[in-house]
């Protein structure tokens, strides 16, 4: 099984941009882009999903390529408490040949 | 509030035990999942049910069963257990889907710890 790839970490400041981005070659026709945030000591939780092109909501965007084989979340102005992991999802569990990542370590800084 | 309740938040077992790890759900799921998490491995799939009494094997069904007599309960089974099950293991649930259409509900992860 192929797995998406993320970057293992990155670093940001309070009140920056991050955009991190999930490569996915292999994505299926019908297959959904979904994100997860997870804090330490927690379940991931939801943050995002999108098919093609741009989707917003009150926490982030995910821009999303006409060839789908890679998709970015965008986290606006971060703060501290936007310190966790994230995860993309291609696909669902289990039908996927895609499955989840080894997730993306975000630290936010003062 | 929708909730995925995990018997145990942490767990100590000794070799060679028969280790049972209990999910609920209360949102009617037909999706649920047992996942495990290992530092620097990510999020690895072990089992998953699309309905009662149906399993399917995930990424790393090695050493593991499952039993789903009923909707809302998924429970996963360590036969035997040994020190490389010490883990992270987390349950999920969502609605039916093949295409991740639904997001996934996730528990708040049992720490197994296998001596």
């Known amino acids: 099984l192929a797995k998406t790839t993320q970057p293992i970490s990155m670093d940001s400041y309070e009140g920056q941009e991050v955009n991190i981005t999930c490569s996915h070659n292999?994505?299926?026709?019908?297959?959904?882009i979904t994100w997860y945030q997870q804090f330490p000591s927690q379940g991931p939780r939801f943050i995002i999903q999108?098919?093609?092109t741009k989707v917003t909501n009150e926490v982030a965007s995910l821009f999303i390529p006409a060839d789908r084989k890679s998709s970015t979340l965008s986290l606006p102005r971060v703060s501290l408490s936007d310190t966790a992991v994230y995860y993309c999802?291609?696909?669902?569990?289990?039908?996927?040949?895609?499955?989840f990542g080894k997730g993306t370590m975000l630290l936010v800084s003062p | 509030d929708v909730k995925v309740t995990q018997s145990s938040r942490y767990l100590v077992k000794r070799t060679g035990e028969k280790v049972f790890l209990e999910c609920v759900q209360d949102?009617?799921?037909?999706?649920m999942f047992w996942y495990r998490q290992d530092p620097g491995l990510g999020l690895r799939l072990i089992y998953f049910?699309?309905?009662?009494?149906?399993?399917e094997k995930g990424d790393i069904p090695e050493g593991y069963s499952v039993s789903r007599e009923k909707k809302e309960r998924f429970s996963l089974i360590l036969e035997s257990a040994s020190t490389n099950q010490t883990s992270m293991y987390l349950c999920?649930?969502?609605?039916?889907?093949?295409?991740?259409?639904?997001?996934?509900?996730f528990g708040p992860g049992t720490r197994l710890t296998v001596l």
């Open positions: 999802l291609v696909g669902e569990a289990g039908y996927s040949t895609l499955t």
């Open positions: 949102m009617d799921h037909e999706n």
């Open positions: 049910s699309y309905d009662v009494k149906m399993k």
């Open positions: 999920a649930s969502s609605l039916p889907g093949t295409s991740g259409e639904n997001e996934q509900f």
């Open positions: 292999n994505i299926a026709t019908n297959d959904y």
């Open positions: 999108g098919y093609k």
